[in-house]
């Protein structure tokens, strides 16, 4: 198994910029991680949870929602088995708790975001942004 801390969370104001970690930890890391994707997850209150951006640990494949896509970016530092999110340009409509997750038999981008097929889960880290 595998377990996922998010960091990194905090308040911040529009146009302003976060960095996110997702640290993982678990001898099942280093064994599996080649067919594993994480993935960037967020929900505010009273909405559903939104997939952000996915990337196959093994390809370095990445995939953003549009709703992202050129404000976020992920990055990978396999050494220390930790995933970043940085945050640009940020809005009020960003405001939510994000969650880090992994899932396991994920080999390109686009398997990345089959969002529903996560079933590992940090504790999720608060940004606010006013």
């Known amino acids: 198994h595998v377990q996922l801390v998010e960091s990194g969370g905090g308040s911040v104001q529009g146009g302003g910029s976060l960095r996110l970690s997702c640290a993982a930890s678990?001898?099942?890391?280093?064994?599996?991680?080649?067919?594993?994707?994480l993935a960037w997850f967020r929900q505010a209150p009273g909405k559903a949870r939104e997939g952000l951006s996915a990337i196959a640990l093994g390809s370095g494949d990445t995939y953003y929602a549009d709703s992202v896509k050129g404000r976020f970016t992920l990055s990978l530092n396999n050494a220390e088995k930790t995933l970043y999110l940085q945050m640009n340009s940020l809005k009020p409509e960003d405001t939510a708790m994000y969650y880090c997750?992994?899932?396991?038999?994920?080999?390109?981008?686009?398997?990345?975001?089959?969002?529903?097929?996560?079933?590992?889960w940090g504790q999720g880290t608060q940004v606010t942004v006013s």
């Open positions: 678990g001898r099942a890391y280093s064994t599996y991680y080649r067919r594993w994707c």
């Open positions: 997750a992994v899932r396991d038999y994920c080999y390109s981008g686009a398997q990345g975001a089959e969002w529903q097929k996560y079933n590992t």
